[in-house]
């Protein structure tokens, strides 16, 4: 079928599309996210398809290539439809017995099974994974369920239903559904949508400018690429919806180039859209028409920021302006102009179709709804978690990110990305929401959620995000330009032995001047990391500047490595030895010459016998 | 429509639109900038014009070149905190530009005379370590002149601005705008009997036809000609002969 001319249309599609595909057929999901993808999920996807045709089964078989289902530690990813039955790191020479034994019989192959790190069981059904189990993954959910080149999926489970709601209930009470469901942005900012959709709509204008802030810059998140990748109808729903409200006829999604997967299956999806009549002119028959534009980034963490997003867009050098004046009243080519983000616009159907009532029901008081996290660093489950805003970090580290491996102590978490803060162990009983994290001087940021163990040092990480931003920094103002430098320089000089108290006191001084006088946001916000390690890991730096010693172990200037007596002489530290500064035969002790010693830490890696110490 | 506000305490008038930086200079209060000039539209890069504001009851420090008035703001100019930011960021900006006298001067006037930072990114020995990354060269060469020969390039700690790659630019009219400018002196500009050396071109210099004073680059005539509205003609003599005529034909009219 082609366009859908009005909203009775598509219920009596949808509902054509689900009587075709309920009774009997199986669907196998296979997760083609960028992470599976990375261990082979095309391939995969591929042997299941050969493999069902070569048993001649594809009558009642389907193998759908799905979007991200957020568990990438344990990719590539198969799940079976209707019996919910999950196989872990599947390869493409496990199919054949899959499709033999689980598909055809029903067993379960235990050796694909995911096992519980911490408890050693097995489970069958996604449901049953501490991982999944304690998610509430109202849009993560959907993309095991789509194939996002295919239009007919997402339709299938309601898509543009919400749309279709909104076009009935006109802009103001929409307006008012998304007011009252206190939609907060995920971006970072957390600012509610529904008031900054209504200043974009009474802005005085003949032209309003929807944009999808889709440019995620942040080191180690990945949960706008995941739903943009996986299910990029929701995203363009929410968009439409907003249009609507708002009066606008043209958007934008500034996507990073970095992610050609997102582009590809969002180019796909606005054209099915168009194709049935969800984009372009009269949308279901109400008059009302909007399109929506791909604007690709470049590479800058930046553009990521909303003034200087819109610059880009005009074609100018991405660069933030003061936003006395705000984006809302004049913003792309001055024009009223709405942005949000992706899992911002990915809210709002589920929030017209199910309402604001059952929305507010779900997360905190002041933050309703969900929030995805990508949980990375030293945690046993990375990935993409979902949760209702309120949960602690106590419970998304450890019940669902099963804890620190390798036996490891927990230590800290930054979360909010480059610009958030680190968090100690003393904080993780703190409920995660967008004011609590600004009341510990860290952010919910677009949700990056970074665990570290005891094998980490502070310093060092301050330094890296330091050295991250003052290098995307435009640095067009000075704070943030010079400031960000120096405060490189500072945390560098701790690292390195040479700081002193002094040095201490002048990165203090010099972060309160960046984070009062930065023109933008990520000036402003780059303190955080600097500024909280020094407020809850005060000790470490200490450590460096009065005993010149690196309590973690990684300051390279500051660290040395020995082989203590718990060497059994095996020789795989010497022979791996980079610089062959190892010596000691066989089943003698070794030595390390310190004196020529680079600090690689490879000689501790290796070591079986835990000989080599590092003080 | 006129809006009316106070600063530090006092009740001021403006039209909206203007500045709080304008409006609180012309009444007498001292904000330092350096990237500041009437002839671009504000920029916001220096932040040395932080001022506090409260608006209603929210409150807070912002810079005030790019900041236009509004009715019952309430502006503050000089609180202890606010001087203590434009020490920190003077010391900042003296770091990479401790051969610019204004800079010197206005890091003395907050108690800052030496920097606590190394100056590293300009190199001593290799011309003058002045440059203090205000970008008005390049704003007035593009948003005024609008030859757009100069720009910024790199970004983060890697900024710099100039002609593109540091080379000769095709598109600069030799017209001297940027040292104009240029709250620090850095632009060398040398003018001789006939030419004009800048951002490593030089420009054949058009003399006035009847005092032989130099009146502009034969590539600024051009550029100007081109965007109108004066023909060429009117750029055949400098502006002191151009009054002298002109007074002399009002003498005739009045006689």
């Known amino acids: 079928m082609g366009r859908i001319r009005n909203p009775k249309e598509l219920h009596s599609y949808r509902e054509g599309l689900v009587a075709r595909r309920t009774g009997s057929k199986k669907v196998i999901a296979v997760c083609c996210g960028t992470g599976c993808n990375a261990s082979g999920a095309r391939k ?128 103001d009470r929409v307006l008012d559904e998304v007011k009252r469901a206190n939609v907060r942005g995920r971006g970072g900012g957390g600012f509610p949508a529904g008031k900054k959709w209504e200043t974009c709509r009474n802005a005085t204008a003949t032209k309003r400018y929807i944009i999808c802030n889709a440019d995620e810059g942040d080191p180690g ?34 996507v990073r180039h970095e992610y050609p997967l997102a582009v590809k299956h969002l180019t796909v999806a606005l054209e099915q859209a168009r194709e049935k009549g969800f984009l372009g002119k009269d949308i279901l028959g109400t008059g009302f028409g909007f399109d929506v534009k791909i604007n690709r980034g470049g590479g800058a963490f930046v553009c990521g920021e909303s003034t200087a997003l819109m610059a880009s867009i005009e074609g100018k050098v991405g660069e933030p302006r003061a936003k006395h004046i705000h984006t809302v009243v004049a913003g792309l080519n001055g024009k009223p102009t709405n942005l949000n983000n992706v899992e911002t616009w990915a809210n709002i159907p589920l929030v017209i179709e199910k309402g604001a009532d059952w929305y507010t029901k779900i997360g905190t008081k002041g933050s309703p709804g969900t929030k995805i996290f990508s949980l990375v660093g030293k945690v046993n489950n990375t990935g993409l978690v979902e949760v209702a805003m309120g949960m602690t970090l106590r419970q998304i580290i450890f019940d669902i990110g099963g804890g620190i491996p390798k036996g490891g102590e927990f230590k800290a978490v930054q979360t909010g990305g480059p610009s958030g803060g680190c968090l100690p162990a003393a904080k993780l009983d703190l409920a995660v929401d967008f004011d609590s994290l600004w009341e510990e001087g860290s952010m919910m940021g677009s949700g990056g959620m970074i665990v570290m163990d005891d094998k980490t040092c502070m310093v060092d990480v301050a330094k890296y995000f330091l050295n991250f931003l003052k290098f995307e920094s435009c640095g067009k103002c000075t704070t943030c330009r010079e400031g960000l430098r120096r405060l490189h320089e500072l945390v560098t000089e701790i690292a390195e032995g040479r700081g002193t108290l002094d040095t201490i006191q002048l990165i203090e001084e010099l972060a309160a001047t960046v984070e009062a006088g930065s023109l933008c946001a990520l000036g402003t916000t780059a303190v955080n990391p600097v500024r909280s390690t020094l407020k809850f890991f005060r000790d470490e730096y200490l450590a ?72 | ?80 905190a606010i001087r203590q930011h434009r020490a920190m960021v003077l010391e900042l900006i003296l770091a990479e530009a401790p051969d610019a006298e204004p800079v010197r001067e ?86 001789t009997k006939d030419m004009r050396e800048i951002w490593g071109r030089e420009f054949a210099l058009v003399r006035c036809d009847s005092c032989g004073a130099p009146v502009m680059t034969e590539a600024h005539r051009d550029h100007a000609v081109k965007l109108g509205p004066l023909p060429a003609d009117y750029y055949k003599t400098c502006t002191a002969c151009k009054r002298k005529s002109l007074s002399g034909r009002f003498a005739k009219v009045g006689s």
């Open chain 2, 1 to 80: 429509m006129t809006v009316k506000f106070t600063i530090n305490g006092e009740p001021v008038e403006a039209q909206s639109g203007q500045s709080v930086l304008d409006v609180a200079r012309r009444y007498g209060f001292e904000i330092p900038s350096l990237c500041h000039h009437e002839a671009v539209t504000p920029y916001g890069a220096c932040r040395l014009c932080l001022v506090e504001i409260a608006k209603g009851r929210r409150r807070k420090l912002t810079t005030s070149c790019n900041y236009e008035v509004l009715e019952g703001i309430e502006v503050i100019t000089g609180s202890p």
């Open chain 2, 106 to 191: 206005l890091a003395k006037r907050y108690g800052v005379v030496i920097s606590r930072f190394k100056t590293t990114r300009a190199v001593a020995g290799e011309g003058p370590r002045d440059c203090i990354l205000c970008g008005l060269c390049a704003r007035v060469c593009t948003e005024v002149v609008k030859a757009d020969a100069l720009a910024f390039n790199g970004r983060g700690d890697k900024r710099g601005v100039g002609t593109p790659y540091s080379e000769a630019s095709a598109p600069c009219i030799g017209c001297a705008s940027c040292a104009s400018v240029c709250p620090t002196n850095r632009i060398v500009v040398k003018d």
């Open chain 1, 544 to 615: 460096h500047v009065n005993e010149k010693r690196c309590p973690a172990g990684v300051c390279k200037a500051l660290i040395t490595y020995e082989i203590t007596d718990a060497c059994t002489g095996c020789l795989v530290c010497k022979k791996r030895c980079p610089e062959g500064v190892i010596k000691g035969d066989k089943k003698e002790k070794h030595v390390i010459d310190t004196t020529k010693c680079i600090k690689c830490g490879i000689c501790n890696d290796v070591c079986k016998f835990d000989a080599v110490r590092v003080y």
């Open chain 1, 44 to 171: 995969v996807a591929q042997a299941f398809v050969d493999e069902i045709q070569k048993q001649g089964l594809a009558k009642e078989i389907d193998i759908r290539p799905t979007g991200c289902h957020g568990f990438c530690e344990r990719g590539t990813l198969v799940l079976m439809h209707p019996e919910e039955t999950l196989y872990t790191r599947v390869k493409p020479e496990d199919v054949p017995e899959i499709v033999e034994k689980t598909v055809k019989k029903g067993e379960i192959l235990e050796k694909h099974l995911y096992d519980d790190p911490v408890s050693g069981a097995k489970h069958i059904k996604e449901q049953e994974i501490p991982f999944y189990k304690h998610q509430e993954r109202l849009i993560l959910g959907k993309n095991g369920l789509i194939d996002p080149t295919k239009i007919d999926d997402y339709i299938a489970l309601g898509g543009y239903e919400a749309l279709a709601k909104a076009l009935e209930m006109g802009p």
């Open chain 1, 221 to 254: 998140a990945f949960m706008d690429r995941s739903v943009l990748e996986g299910n990029p109808h929701a995203v363009i729903e929410g968009m439409i919806i907003g249009a609507f409200t708002i009066g606008s006829d043209e958007g934008y999604v500034y």
